[in-house]
């Protein structure tokens, strides 16, 4: 009788763990990477580091918008030979623009890149430590999944270990 006990506790224990599934997360990685406090940081020092090419940027668009303003406003008095000038100044702005903008765009692209080389371990050590403490069977990169219930959502948790290892 109490092997059959036994066997029936057994059973029915198997069965309870079984029904309950495995437990599963789910993380966006480049959330999870970009939302760090090392993120935040990269970002400042860059954004010291180009915020005089950013001002350029945003003078010389205001610039462009008064002069396309202008073109618009006068264009009945202006001479030929004015909305001549008018547009090759524009175009000129434009073009100076365009080449801070993809030197900006770059330099940001570069260092996002070799911060993402830089953290790779360290992201994968806070995934291993969330995934050991949460004691999760099964973790799923968000980008790879249709949908999910953010209850699943371990993002955050592994963004704050992040930034406990870092300290």
């Avoid at 437990?23 to 580091?49: C, H, M, V, Y």
């Avoid at 080389?117 to 403490?133: D, H, K, P, T, Y």
């Amino acid at each position: 009788m109490n092997k059959l006990v036994i066997i029936a506790t057994m059973l029915l224990t198997s069965s309870m763990a079984f029904a309950q599934g495995p437990t599963i997360g789910i993380i966006d990685l480049e959330q999870a990477l970009f939302g760090s406090e090392a993120a935040q940081t990269l970002e400042a020092n860059t954004r010291a580091e180009f915020g005089a090419d950013e001002q350029r940027l945003e003078r010389l668009n205001t610039e462009l918008r008064e002069i396309i303003e202008r073109a618009q406003r006068d264009e009945s008095i202006l001479s030929e030979a004015e909305m001549r000038e008018m547009n090759s100044d524009a175009e000129e702005k434009q073009a100076q623009m365009q080449v801070i903008a993809e030197r900006l765009q770059n330099a940001w692209q570069q260092r996002q890149q070799a911060f993402v080389e830089r953290m790779r371990q360290s992201l994968g050590q806070a995934i291993e430590a969330v995934v050991e403490e949460g004691g999760y069977d099964v973790v799923l990169n968000a980008e790879s999944v249709a949908y999910f219930d953010n209850a699943y959502n371990i993002t955050t948790l592994v963004t704050a270990k992040l930034n406990e290892m870092a300290q």
